[in-house]
């Protein structure tokens, strides 16, 4: 570690893993009640078990942008972190609130909950992603900005470059659009609008100056190519981002009851969304051919090369194969999104906070630059298994995605129901990847606990 | 990336390409909230159907359900239910009502939620404004 500060990271990368897990146990039980309907009903609703699989996950993956920026700007900044009690009490009243927060899900009726928080006061709940209570979002937006103010005050007093500042600028992003799930009118349409302005200028949006640039600080510091040219690299994938993304937004905007010339600028706009995503894999591995260093940390590079091409796979292949108007008329909300919605999430973003916890943990460990081989080869396993476990479970839910769309909206015009009972095959196939995953996700937090020789050193070559 | 690409040529396109995109997406938002009003007859959003729409809210329908196609995909789309349901708010009231507590065996559930009368008629109501919307047509049958 080169400054004593960036050990507040390690608290967060423990909270973030630890959602991961109950997030897949969820995701497990959803998968159960997918095929066999009452599974814990009506203890754990499948609405209830929903909103714990995606909170939790978008919550881990907050705490994973955290610990990545705690740990990566003082050495970027090249000084301490501005305050390292603040990042310990922000991330207790962090952990507090998704805590409380999600054992109020579990505890009492969704309706009881609202009662209870004062929804009535401000509504923001009940909307997908969105489902927090109004003061559980009033308390993220405080941490947002104690954690905005810390590690912005590190950048501004320190050395700036281009990792930091579009770091940076992506987490101002995520903030500030945050903010617009605070805005939830009566009508129904003006409330779609503006919602996707939190969840698509997210994904496709700020996100991406964040996983560009974590991407890029790891690429930095395992390959010792040049500075300038990972820079160069990072503006033209996040000038990409932006021009293809933002008006991209269209294409959630053909059918909620938005103006007709959507479609034409969702269809293009979105068709150009997977440009980024591919410079993001051509960099990855140009870089890491053109390396200077030999990183004794072979895990991290395994996650860096695994991020850049599932991330463009999920959404950039998954992600055009329904964004054109004329196909998405007939994927729209069928199982076809949820199949890109998990390659994407898992490729991108969870992938990106794996890859960071992979390069800072050893360090932060105390354990050298990284674990030992033993350590490692785990690692690597818990790799494969998530992997293509995600690889299947995207193919078994598009599977199901296709036979949907064709009995229910192409030919026979089945009902809902009817078809899904039609095509349970794939969602027990779904569970059976499901659970490979859950292993993969056990070896990796047994991977922490593998002991053995240390590893060699760096290598500059 | 050739040299005669120079990072500061990086930097303006980041910086330029971002403000003009910016700029013209608050242009077309600007556009969209004109049109809406043609489009979503919000004069027919009465007190009831605003109160619908937090009764929706409030139990978290979405959490199972799509509606105009966004949402959960555990049960049917409900942003045509009104249409399905033969443009019968009574029947829409009458499957809500009739929703076992312990579900239903083996069989996908849905909780029973315990509405009053006029929550019920409130969130019926609401579902009928929304399947009256301007969706270019969407969903493709009456499925959903
Ligand atoms: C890492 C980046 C991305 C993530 C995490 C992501 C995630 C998601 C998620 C979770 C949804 C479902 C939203 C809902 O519940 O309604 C969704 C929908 C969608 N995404 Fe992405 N996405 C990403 C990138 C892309 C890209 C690059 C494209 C286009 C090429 C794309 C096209 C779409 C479309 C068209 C939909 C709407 C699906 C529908 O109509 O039901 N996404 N995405
Ligand atoms: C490992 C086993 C997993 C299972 C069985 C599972 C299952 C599910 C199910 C059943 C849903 C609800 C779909 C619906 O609305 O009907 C869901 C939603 C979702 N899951 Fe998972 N999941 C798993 C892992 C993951 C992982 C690893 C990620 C990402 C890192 C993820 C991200 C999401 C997202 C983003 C949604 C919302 C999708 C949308 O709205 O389109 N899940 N999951
Ligand atoms: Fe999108």
Redesign the pocket.
């Known amino acids: 570690m080169q400054y004593q500060s960036q050990a507040v990271a390690k608290p967060y990368f423990i909270a973030a893993l630890s959602l991961f897990v109950v997030q897949i146990i969820f995701g497990l039980i959803m998968g159960m009640q997918y095929v066999m309907g009452d599974f814990l009903f009506p203890e754990i609703p499948f609405n209830v078990a929903r909103m714990v699989h995606t909170n939790t996950l978008i919550i881990w993956i907050l705490f994973g942008f955290m610990g990545a920026s705690y740990f990566l700007v003082p050495e970027e900044a090249e000084r301490e972190l501005e305050s390292p009690r603040l990042a310990i009490i922000t991330f207790w009243v962090f952990l507090a609130a998704a805590g409380l927060t999600v054992i109020g899900y579990l505890s009492v009726p969704y309706s009881t909950l609202a009662k209870v928080t004062g929804n009535h006061l401000l509504p923001t709940m009940g909307r ?2 969105l489902e927090q209570p109004t003061i559980t979002k009033i308390g993220i937006v405080l941490v947002a900005l104690s954690f905005l103010y810390n590690i912005g005050m590190t950048v501004l007093k320190g050395r700036k470059t281009v990792v930091s500042v579009v770091l940076v600028t992506g987490l101002v992003g995520l903030a500030v659009f945050f903010l617009f799930s605070f805005y939830n009118p009566e009508n129904l349409i003006l409330d779609k609008y503006f919602w996707w302005w939190v ?1 698509h200028l997210w ?2 949006g700020v ?2 100056l964040i996983l560009g640039s974590i991407l890029a600080f790891v690429l930095i510091k395992t390959t010792g190519v040049d500075r300038e040219i990972i820079d160069k690299w990072l503006y033209v994938i996040i000038a990409m981002a932006l021009i293809t993304g933002i008006i ?1 937004t269209g ?2 905007y ?1 059918w909620i009851g938005t103006p007709g010339y959507w479609q034409w600028l969702g269809s293009v706009f ?2 150009l ?2 440009i980024p ?1 591919f410079l993001m894999t051509i960099f990855a591995f140009t870089m890491i051919n053109k390396r200077r260093r030999n990183h004794p940390n072979k895990a991290v590079t395994l996650w860096a090369m695994g991020t850049a091409v599932l ?1 463009f796979i ?3 292949v998954w ?2 194969l ?2 054109l108007a004329p196909v ?1 008329y007939y ?4 199982q ?2 949820a199949a ?2 998990h390659m ?2 898992f ?3 969870a992938m990106i906070v794996l890859t960071i916890i992979s390069y800072a943990m050893p360090i932060l460990r105390g354990r050298g630059p990284a674990n030992s081989h033993s350590a490692q080869v785990v690692e690597m396993w818990s790799f494969w298994f998530m992997s293509v476990a995600m690889v299947f479970i995207t193919l078994f839910l598009t599977g199901a995605g296709i036979l949907q769309i064709w009995l229910q909206r192409f030919e026979d015009a089945l009902p809902f129901m009817v078809v899904q009972d039609k095509i349970s095959i794939f969602y027990w196939m779904r569970e059976g990847a499901g659970l490979i995953f859950m292993i993969g996700l056990i070896l990796y937090i047994i991977s922490f606990f593998v002991k053995g020789k240390d590893a060699p050193e760096v290598v500059e070559v | 990336m050739s040299e005669f690409f120079t990072k500061n040529m990086a930097r303006n396109i980041y910086f330029g390409g971002s403000v003009f995109f910016i700029l013209l997406f608050l242009g077309l938002t600007f556009d969209t909230i004109r049109e809406l009003p043609k489009r979503d007859h919000r004069e027919n959003i009465t007190e009831q159907v605003a109160h619908g729409k937090l009764i929706w809210e409030e139990n978290n329908c979405i959490g199972c359900h799509s509606l105009l ?3 959960a995909y555990f049960a049917p789309e409900l942003g045509n239910v009104y249409k399905r349901y033969g443009n019968s708010k009574e029947a829409i009231i009458g499957f809500i009502k009739s929703r076992p507590v312990d579900g239903i065996e083996g069989r996908r559930s849905m909780p029973q939620f315990n509405l009053t009368e006029e929550e019920l008629d409130a969130i019926a109501e609401f579902l009928k404004w929304t399947s009256e919307v301007n969706t270019e047509n969407w969903p493709p049958n009456i499925q959903g």
């Open positions: 997908e992603f969840v994904v496709e996100w991406e991209g294409h959630h053909f979105g068709a969304e997977p995503f991330s999920g959404a950039g992600g055009f329904h964004t998405n994927t729209h909300g069928t076809i999104t890109h919605g994407a999430f490729g991108a973003y | 196609g966004e949402g």
